[in-house]
């Protein structure tokens, strides 16, 4: 067995397919640690197959059937940039895919991309002899044998990722803004100067970004749901899905306020969330459960992504045709009761 490596990408040449080798890529999957193994199903036609199973790997499960809520997941790129913006979010710093050797050389780019686009680190697990590497793989400048050495790469979690670059968030946060982003309350402040308008969950003129509008009211705190309610949303492969039903789950606000939320509504360390209502004449403040954090961090990943401005709408893209996606995981989650009509309204 023979390792290669250039860049954030190292090759495993195992061209006897040594089965410690496959064992030792397996046991690496510890999500909790920023590394994880994605098994290729080589049997998939799909197009989007190696997006899929790297979604798996992070936790995620697409909905089942050809005409599923997650039929717009067949599509390559909303695939993968899913998988993407769960992986930045979720803090992935190396990815391990044994069984290379089995992959197209279309789902070999993708992955790439997939590498390019985040900044982690990519180990692939080449089970067949080097002369089969395409050209894309053929490049080497360090080389790594050996058992020990092979283990030692795996249990390093890979380097923070350079990318993506994202762009600041503009924002006119002070001291009281700061607690909030450390899950504190804001200092209160003078009696004089605060009016009815600026009791917990009530709105702060001007309309602006989830920080500044920490500094004049404290967030209304998050309603309750269950631990298996929030691991079904967990679960939900789309970003802006699982944000956006996190939301609805724990603030039972209507789905139009959810259409005005842009990246400036949500804190950095996702703790407090700003929603919209109509002609911005009630934008009231949100605490973020700590379940529901990594789900808004998706979110925002993905809109951020697709090189949004911070001041689009996160969740515009899951607004379209009447909201259909997301209405269809909603009726798949019936014990959060997402579906009626004052909570899921055009």
């Known amino acids: 067995m023979v390792a290669v490596a250039y860049s954030d990408l190292t090759i495993m040449v195992d061209e006897r397919d040594d089965l410690f080798y496959t064992r030792a890529a397996l046991q690496a999957h510890r999500?909790?640690?920023g590394r994880i193994t994605v098994q290729p199903t080589p049997t998939s036609g799909s197009p989007a197959a190696l997006a899929h199973d790297m979604l798996y790997a992070l936790g995620k499960r697409l909905a089942p059937g050809p005409n599923s809520a997650d039929v717009w997941l067949d599509s390559v790129n909303a695939a993968w940039l899913a998988a993407a913006a769960w992986g930045v979010a979720t803090g992935v710093r190396h990815v391990v895919v044994p069984r290379a050797h089995l992959l197209t050389i279309r789902r070999i780019d993708q992955l790439l991309t997939w590498r390019e686009l985040t900044g982690t680190q990519l180990t692939l697990l080449w089970q067949k002899a080097p002369r089969a590497?395409?050209?894309v793989l053929g490049r080497v400048e360090r080389r790594v044998s050996g058992r020990d050495q092979f283990e030692a790469l795996l249990t390093e979690p890979g380097p923070i990722p350079a990318r993506p670059s994202f762009p600041p968030v503009p924002s006119t946060a002070g001291p009281a803004a700061a607690a909030v982003a450390a899950g504190?309350?804001?200092?209160?402040?003078?009696?004089?100067?605060?009016?009815?308008?600026?009791?917990?969950?009530?709105?702060?003129?001007?309309?602006?970004?989830?920080l500044?509008?920490?500094?004049?009211?404290?967030?209304?705190?998050?309603?309750?749901?269950t631990?298996?309610?929030a691991a079904s949303l967990a679960a939900l492969a789309h970003p802006l899905i699982a944000g956006a039903l996190s939301v609805l789950a724990f603030t039972r606000v209507g789905l139009g306020s959810l259409r005005s939320t842009r990246d400036l509504d949500i804190t950095g360390d996702v703790s407090a969330i700003k929603l919209h209502g109509v002609g911005h004449r009630y934008c009231p403040l949100h605490a973020v459960p700590a379940w529901a954090r990594p789900l808004l961090a998706g979110a925002r990943a993905h809109h951020r992504l697709t090189g949004r401005p911070p001041g689009d709408s996160v969740f515009a893209p899951v607004m379209l045709a009447e909201a259909r996606h997301l209405r269809a995981h909603a009726g798949r989650l019936p014990r959060l009761d997402l579906?009626?009509?004052d909570i899921l309204v055009p």
Request: glycine residues 8%; hydrophobic residues 30%.
């Open 339 to 341: 579906t009626p009509a």
């Open 184 to 210: 504190q309350s804001p200092a209160p402040r003078p009696r004089e100067t605060r009016g009815a308008s600026l009791r917990p969950g009530r709105p702060a003129p001007p309309c602006t970004g989830a």
């Open 227 to 229: 631990s298996e309610e």
């Open 133 to 135: 590497l395409p050209p």
């Open 31 to 33: 999500p909790g640690e």
């Open 212 to 225: 500044a509008t920490a500094q004049l009211v404290q967030a209304a705190p998050a309603l309750e749901i």
